[in-house]
């Protein structure tokens, strides 16, 4: 099946440790984001990829980074994560950003901070 | 500034019973509205959508309405399933920005 797929499921690191959260997805889509998610809270969108063009919200701090090497492929790197960066990071992917669209989540990566 | 409110972070409901989600939105131009279901420890799943074009939108058991004018959203669900726990995020969208979620309703579907 099509999908989108996050690894790991799980991720302990330390404070400050630098850590990398990947996605891939199988449904050829142009747009891969990355949300953070938060208990009880919506989920806020970190930064997205058109196709090759990154897109950075106005907010996010720039102790988040984002690679998409390829289609299928997209990385969020937390350069130096502190104890509020604990949080359910959500990639998601969308055909376009056209009307009727929906955006495919993965699983999630459940972020702890020690 | 929530663009997105869901103002009840939490609901129970009897099985067998109609279950009624709500979310208020402030932005005229949002033109798609949308349902996800997310389990603990799972992504978000999509659940049902409306285009601004329409008032109301039928997948099954699950049910949106939409009112513009008092930019108003609901899904309801009937009869409710002990299956249906989770929580239900609308988001709301418009052409060529992003989706914006509100916070949740964590839905109790009782035996």
């Known amino acids: 099946d099509a999908m989108v797929i996050q690894n790991p499921r799980y991720q302990v690191t330390q404070f400050g440790k630098p850590v990398t959260l990947s996605c891939s997805q199988t449904?050829?889509?142009?747009?891969m984001y990355w949300y953070q998610q938060k208990s009880s809270q919506a989920p806020k969108l970190l930064f997205h990829?058109?196709?090759?063009?990154?897109?950075n919200e106005a907010d996010t701090p720039d102790n988040f980074q984002s690679r998409r090497p390829n289609t299928s492929f997209c990385f969020l790197d937390i350069r130096s994560p502190g104890l509020g960066d604990a949080a359910m990071y959500l990639c998601?992917?969308?055909?376009?950003?056209?009307?009727?669209?929906?955006?495919?989540f993965g699983s999630g990566t459940q972020l702890s901070v020690l | 500034d929530q663009q997105v409110k869901q103002n009840s972070p939490s609901l129970s409901v009897q099985e067998g019973r109609i279950s009624i989600l709500n979310c208020d939105y402030t932005?005229?131009?949002?033109?798609?509205f949308l349902w996800y279901k997310k389990y603990p420890a799972e992504g978000p799943t999509f659940l049902i959508s409306?285009?601004?074009?329409?008032d109301k939108n039928e997948d099954g058991r699950f049910t949106v309405f939409l009112n513009k004018s008092a930019k108003h959203l609901s899904l309801h669900i009937v009869p409710s399933q002990p299956g249906d726990s989770a929580v239900y995020f609308c988001?709301?969208?418009?052409?060529?920005?992003?989706?914006?979620f509100g916070p949740g309703t964590r839905l109790s579907v009782l035996p």
């Open positions: 998601a992917t969308s055909g376009d950003r056209g009307t009727n669209e929906k955006l495919f």
């Open positions: 449904l050829n889509h142009n747009v």
């Open positions: 990829y058109y196709d090759k063009d990154f897109n």
């Open positions: 932005n005229s131009m949002f033109d798609y």
């Open positions: 409306i285009s601004s074009i329409k």
């Open positions: 988001a709301v969208y418009f052409y060529g920005q992003n989706f914006v």
